[in-house]
Structure formats: C-alpha cells, structure tokens
C-alpha cells in the first residue's frame, strides 16, 4: 500500500495566485482530513469527509479555502487568492475507524 | 465539544532515562485515544491507541500509555528512551458519535540528551 499520497510536496506561491493541493487516501479508507500546521498555531483541523460528504468545515480559516471530494479516491483544498499567512504545511490523512494514516504533507510558501 | 490538553511543550531527558508525557482530556460522549509521533519534516505516525478493554497498551518503539477513565488521562511512558526518540508527540481524541472527528492536543517536543 502506497499509503496516503499528496502533491505537490512544496509549492512556492506569489500572494493573490490560487494554490490546489491534492490528496490520495488508502484505498478504503471512508473519512479523510485536511490539517494545517504552523509553529505559532499547532496541527489545525480544516475539514473532514466522511464517505465523501464534508462533515465538518468549522476549522476552515475564511472563504477563501474550499476542499471537494469527487470521489472516494480523491481530494482537494483549494487557496484562492493565497495570502502569505497561509504559509504552512497542509497534511491529508485518512482513516477508517478511528486511526490515521497521514500522508507526508505539502509545505505552502506563500510570498 | 472535546478538548486535549498536554501538560508539558517541552520535555528534556537523558538517554536510557525513563519519561513520561502527560495527556488529559474531556468529552461528553465516549472516545477513542491516540498517541501520535511527528520526526522532523515528516507527517505524524501513530504509536498506540485505546479502543477498549485492557487500560493498558502498547505501542511502538517500546512505548506504552495508560487509560484512566476517572482521572480522564492517558499518559504514554516509555522506560528507556534514545536518542532517536527525539520528535514530536501528539495525544488526540477521537468521537465516536461525530464521524471519528479527532482533535489533537497541542503536542510535546521530547529532546533526548546524550
């Protein structure tokens, strides 16, 4: 298993550009999550799917961040415009009961 | 609403000495426990959990944590540590009842010392 996959491992961004970040769970998995982590804010939860249908979006900082899943092998989190606070690395993780499996992250710079 | 606080942000320690890092938290419904490591540039990796039954479990590279259902704590212990133990550590609890909705603590960075 390939685990949970995510691209791009870092993106460097001018501020005002839309960012897409993408994530593959396992196989499987019913429930994924978005989180961010900075030095100043810890792991933040964004957003969690279950079965495909966001539960949850509380953690989602402003309207400026959105996140679909089409379907039940994929993922996006969407920046549009990029400010340079959001500067961070965004993890994906998915899960199946409880217990998750996180992917390698993809650190934003956001300039 | 659940909520996870770890005690400590930092822990020193020398190696081959014993530590303990501290985890409490509450929640309304039932739960279940985690233990989360975090090594430099890479994503979090699970260490243990506490679905039910036996309080104590074990984990990973030699870790092991205790529930406490009365003192609302799950406290992970390992009884020598090295020096490769160094990395972040995450408590987080998960809600049975809200789609597994899991909240991490704010984590604790443990420094192993030659």
């Known amino acids: 298993d390939a685990g949970v996959i995510q691209s791009p491992r870092h993106e460097v961004t001018e501020m005002g550009q839309e960012v897409t970040l993408r994530c593959k769970p396992i196989?499987?998995?019913?429930?994924l999550f978005w989180y961010r982590q900075t030095m100043m804010r810890g792991l933040e939860l964004l957003i969690y799917?279950?079965?495909?249908?966001?539960?949850?979006d509380s953690g989602m900082p402003e309207d400026r961040f959105s996140a679909k899943m089409p379907n039940a092998s994929f993922s996006t989190l969407k920046i549009q415009p990029s400010e340079p606070r959001d500067s961070a690395v965004y993890f994906c993780?998915?899960?199946?009961?409880?217990?998750?499996?996180f992917g390698p992250g993809t650190r934003l710079t956001v300039t | 609403a659940q909520s996870v606080t770890q005690l400590d942000s930092q822990v020193p320690v020398f190696e081959e000495a014993p530590v303990e890092l501290r985890c409490n938290y509450s929640?309304?419904?039932?739960?279940?426990l985690f233990w989360y490591v975090q090594y430099p540039n890479q994503g979090l990796q699970l260490l243990l959990k506490?679905?039910?039954?036996?309080?104590l479990v074990k984990g990973i590279n030699g870790f092991e944590a205790e529930f406490n259902k009365s003192q609302t704590s799950f406290h992970l212990r390992k009884p020598s540590v090295h020096i490769s133990d160094t990395a972040e550590y995450f408590c987080?609890?998960?809600?049975?009842?809200?789609?597994?909705?899991?909240?991490f603590g704010a984590g604790t960075r443990l420094f192993v010392k030659a």
């Open positions: 799917f279950n079965n495909n249908v966001p539960i949850d």
């Open positions: 993780a998915s899960s199946l009961q409880g217990e998750q499996y």
């Open positions: 506490y679905l039910s039954g036996s309080t």
């Open positions: 196989s499987g998995h019913n429930s």
């Open positions: 987080a609890v998960s809600d049975l009842a809200g789609g597994f909705k899991t909240i």
């Open positions: 929640s309304s419904v039932s739960v279940y």
